[in-house]
């Protein structure tokens, strides 16, 4: 028997009287990945965590955490499960050490390794010198990293973090995201939901875009973005595109799709066939422009952005 998944989920389902917000999810979380549910405001990814942790009861289908039931064996789950949940809970009144101290408590860590564990916990957060501050007076960036030292603090195998950056600011996303990464270097698993993806680009192992409830594509970002099979060439010419020069570009072997905003210009590359990579068009959309009388100023090749993915798998954008 192979030794059980981080999480194993089957033919996931949650609906809301009529409504399903969960249709049918399969999915399975290897130990020691980072895996991230990606998705647009409303797809189901929170319904699905709180379903994997036990929050709420699926309607149809099963969960499974380290081969634990989390409705079934709600303790045993909640001794392997760390959450950061989207909403952040912590208690206002309190400090962040109290904060800390009541929660090693509720989760039995012994009394006398409290205060060696919160302390370290406080430094991982580099919140130390705002230890005995009440959190009503902290940033959003600094509450969130509280949430996640909360959540590290009876050293979960499996720690699972809703929207973690949502509302957070570049530098503190950064430091999120080392935190994020230090759990995987530790050997936790981690399973994240994100509507960012760079995030998720920059942070996972694997990635579930899911959307309306139902799995669109779960791979490994490098591969979505090869699945996409294509590459953007971005021109800017001297003055705006006659229409004779559009339509060329249009007609060549290679151009999947051309967009022109003034004198820019967007022309999606792919592969035309017999081995030939999407940047071998580029040199035919060169000789078109000078052939027409066009006129290159800037020019910049790139890979698609998983934005661009997820718009070419669901014909949505991801923060409409
Ligand atoms: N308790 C509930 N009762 C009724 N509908 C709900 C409930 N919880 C969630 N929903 C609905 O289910 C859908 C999915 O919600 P969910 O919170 O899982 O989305 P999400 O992907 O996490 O979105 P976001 O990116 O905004 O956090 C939404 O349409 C939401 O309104
Ligand atoms: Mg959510």
């Not at 809703?162 to 080392?178: M, N, S």
């Amino acid at each position: 028997m192979s030794e059980a998944a981080a999480i194993e989920v089957r033919g996931l389902v949650k609906r809301f009287g009529k409504f399903t917000a969960v249709d049918g999810l399969d999915f399975r979380v290897e130990r020691g990945e980072i895996f991230g549910l990606l998705g647009p405001n409303g797809s189901g990814k929170t319904t699905t965590v709180n379903m994997i942790s036990g929050l709420s009861a699926p309607t149809a289908g099963s969960v499974a955490i380290l081969g634990v039931d989390p409705l079934r064996q709600a303790q045993a789950a909640r001794r392997l499960l760390g959450v950061v949940p989207q909403e952040t809970a912590l208690y206002e009144e309190l400090t962040a050490e109290r904060n800390l101290l009541f929660h090693a408590e509720l989760f039995g860590i012994p009394a006398r390794e409290r205060a060696g564990r919160v302390s370290a916990m406080l430094e991982l957060a580099q919140l130390t010198d705002r230890a005995r501050s009440r959190v009503g007076t902290f940033s959003g960036g600094m509450k969130r990293r509280l949430a996640i030292a909360r959540a590290l603090l009876h050293r979960p195998s499996l720690v699972y973090l809703d929207e973690p950056t949502l509302g957070v600011d570049v530098q503190a996303r950064r430091v999120i995201w080392d935190y994020i990464l230090a759990m995987k270097a530790e050997g936790r698993t981690v399973l994240l939901t994100t509507n960012y993806l760079e995030e998720g680009e920059r942070l996972c192992d694997r990635m579930a875009i899911i959307d309306h409830g139902r799995l669109v594509a779960l791979d490994t970002p490098a591969a979505l973005k090869a699945r996409f099979g294509s590459s953007i060439l971005e021109l800017e010419l001297q003055a705006p595109p006659a229409a004779d020069l559009l339509a060329a570009i249009g007609a060549l072997a290679g151009v999947r799709e051309l967009g022109a905003d003034g004198e820019r210009l967007r022309v999606t590359l792919a592969a035309a066939g017999g081995g030939d990579a999407p940047a071998a068009a580029v040199p035919r959309v060169l000789a078109e422009v000078s052939r027409l009388g066009g006129a290159v100023r800037h020019l910049n090749l790139r890979e698609p952005s998983l934005d661009e993915v997820f718009l070419g798998l669901t014909g949505r954008g991801l923060r409409d």
